[in-house]
């Protein structure tokens, strides 16, 4: 059988640590591990009416084949969101997508070629990491600072590499960090990418998820010559599982997004698109936003104040002012994997951050996810881990 597969396939392997973590899908364990959004937030009852509401308005369209682009009315409230955060974009300008992730395979498929430079953070999303990979690019990783990616660095590295292609980012509670890029440095940003006549992929599915601090634009509204392109979603502020996310980028280049997304999907789930315009048609978007920040902001507090009380002073982590995510920074000589080995047989879990380095071997660090679980479990799973770190120490 091995002969037949691709290179890529041969290639794609689950990782030691996705293993590790099949082992805390037991009610016992408290998992930090996943990227969940809130449960509690997700609206079922709205959706009720919601499904009904569209099967009465649309019938059998709802049901039938509709174009790769995506809905027209969808695409004009993705629009709206975006113009409200200082892009301007015409219906042409946006492709509907199946979830973000969708965005970043296309990503992966119009642009990398085997060898092709990709600049990313470091540390980066893992799943856009196995998004890029199939296609065999060289990563090249940036170091990050409290205030987003460090542009001394970037700037170095593309002085010996004038060739790279794209720089990826997630400016806003960036997974697996949590930590934001600052105003000055977006503006900056668009400046080097013009300069050096590269393309900026700016990931943001979690700019609504603000708790706390001044909120700044996107990189993308500062973009002067097409050079940014926006990928979003509506899994973190209506839920995941309808798999609605959208790129927004120059009309040559959402073309080819288009084209390759035909060979993917044709076009993504028709009834999701409509479960969301309508869900926002009835519904008021801002109310919506405004009560899932409420309930993030509470788990985030709970679980920083754990944090602050029962980590070891030696432990540095992110206070995240949005997002999903606290990243944990362990002493040098402590690895995150063999921590998750106890972590595990002590019923707590999380993500050694290994797997968000793109080229590079960290091994001291690791992602804690405060969405998807219950405060009184945050307490108690952090204190669990504190304990484990303690006695590792
Ligand atoms: N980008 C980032 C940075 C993410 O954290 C996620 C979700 N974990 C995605 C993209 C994909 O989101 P979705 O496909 O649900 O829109």
Same mark, same amino acid.
């Given at each position: 059988?091995?002969?037949?597969?691709?290179?890529?396939?041969?290639?794609?392997?689950?990782?030691?640590?996705?293993?590790?973590?099949?082992?805390?899908?037991?009610?016992?364990? $408290?998992?930090?591990?996943?990227?969940?959004?809130?449960? +509690?937030?997700?609206?079922?009852?709205?959706?009720?009416?919601?499904?009904?509401? $569209?099967?009465?308005?649309?019938?059998?369209?709802?049901?039938?084949?509709?174009?790769?682009?995506?809905?027209?009315?969808?695409?004009?409230?993705?629009?709206?969101?975006?113009?409200?955060?200082?892009?301007?974009?015409? $219906?042409?300008?946006?492709?509907?997508?199946?979830?973000?992730?969708?965005?970043?395979?296309?990503?992966?498929?119009?642009?990398?070629?085997?060898?092709?430079?990709?600049?990313?953070?470091?540390?980066?999303?893992?799943?856009?990491?196995?998004?890029?990979?199939?296609?065999?690019?060289?990563?090249?990783?940036?170091?990050?600072?409290?205030?987003?990616?460090?542009?001394?660095?970037?700037?170095?590295?593309?002085?010996?590499?004038?060739?790279?292609?794209?720089?990826?980012?997630?400016?806003?509670?960036?997974?697996?960090?949590?930590?934001?890029?600052?105003?000055?440095?977006?503006?900056?940003?668009?400046?080097?990418?013009?300069?050096?006549?590269?393309?900026?992929?700016?990931?943001?599915?979690?700019?609504?998820?603000?708790?706390?601090?001044?909120?700044?634009?996107?990189?993308?509204?500062?973009?002067?010559?097409?050079?940014?392109?926006?990928?979003?979603?509506?899994?973190?502020?209506?839920?995941?599982?309808?798999?609605?996310?959208?790129?927004?980028?120059?009309?040559?280049?959402?073309?080819?997004?288009?084209?390759?997304?035909?060979?993917?999907?044709?076009?993504?789930?028709?009834?999701?698109?409509?479960?969301?315009?309508?869900?926002?048609?009835?519904?008021?978007?801002?109310?919506?936003?405004?009560?899932?920040?409420?309930?993030?902001?509470?788990?985030?507090?709970?679980?920083?104040?754990?944090?602050?009380?029962?980590?070891?002073? +030696?432990?540095?982590?992110?206070?995240?002012?949005?997002?999903?995510?606290?990243?944990?920074?362990?002493?040098?000589?402590?690895?995150?994997?063999?921590?998750?080995?106890?972590?595990?047989?002590?019923?707590?879990?999380?993500?050694?951050?290994?797997?968000?380095?793109?080229?590079?071997?960290?091994?001291?660090?690791?992602?804690?996810?405060?969405?998807?679980?219950?405060?009184?479990?945050?307490?108690?799973?952090?204190?669990?881990?504190?304990?484990?770190?303690?006695?590792?120490?």
């Amino acid at each position: 059988m091995k002969r037949m597969f691709s290179k890529r396939a041969r290639e794609a392997k689950a990782s030691e640590v996705r293993e590790l973590l099949k082992l805390t899908d037991n009610n016992d364990i $408290i998992a930090f591990g996943g990227g969940l959004p809130a449960q +509690e937030a997700f609206p079922v009852e709205e959706m009720i009416e919601v499904c009904k509401d $569209i099967l009465v308005a649309h019938g059998t369209k709802a049901m039938q084949y509709a174009t790769t682009e995506g809905n027209n009315e969808i695409r004009g409230l993705m629009q709206e969101i975006m113009k409200e955060k200082g892009i301007t974009a015409e $219906i042409e300008n946006i492709l509907v997508t199946s979830g973000s992730q969708q965005g970043l395979d296309l990503t992966a498929k119009v642009f990398i070629e085997e060898g092709d430079k990709v600049i990313c953070e470091k540390p980066t999303y893992m799943a856009a990491i196995n998004a890029f990979k199939p296609f065999s690019p060289q990563f090249l990783e940036v170091e990050m600072e409290e205030d987003g990616i460090t542009l001394e660095d970037l700037e170095a590295l593309l002085q010996q590499n004038p060739d790279a292609k794209f720089i990826y980012t997630i400016p806003d509670f960036q997974n697996p960090t949590g930590r934001s890029m600052s105003l000055g440095k977006r503006k900056k940003l668009v400046h080097i990418a013009n300069k050096y006549d590269i393309l900026i992929i700016e990931d943001n599915p979690y700019s609504e998820l603000r708790f706390s601090g001044e909120t700044s634009p996107p990189i993308k509204s500062f973009d002067t010559e097409g050079r940014v392109i926006y990928l979003s979603t509506f899994s973190k502020i209506v839920c995941p599982g309808f798999r609605i996310g959208w790129v927004c980028g120059e009309k040559e280049i959402i073309n080819k997004y288009g084209l390759l997304k035909q060979g993917t999907d044709l076009h993504t789930n028709i009834f999701s698109q409509l479960q969301i315009l309508y869900f926002f048609k009835t519904y008021d978007i801002k109310q919506r936003i405004n009560k899932v920040r409420e309930i993030y902001k509470k788990k985030r507090d709970v679980m920083i104040e754990t944090i602050e009380k029962e980590f070891p002073k +030696e432990v540095e982590f992110t206070r995240p002012m949005g997002g999903m995510f606290v990243w944990v920074t362990l002493p040098e000589d402590m690895e995150a994997k063999k921590l998750l080995e106890k972590a595990i047989t002590q019923g707590v879990a999380f993500v050694p951050g290994e797997a968000f380095y793109a080229s590079s071997e960290v091994k001291n660090t690791l992602r804690l996810n405060f969405s998807g679980l219950e405060e009184d479990k945050i307490q108690i799973g952090i204190r669990r881990l504190a304990e484990v770190i303690k006695n590792e120490m």
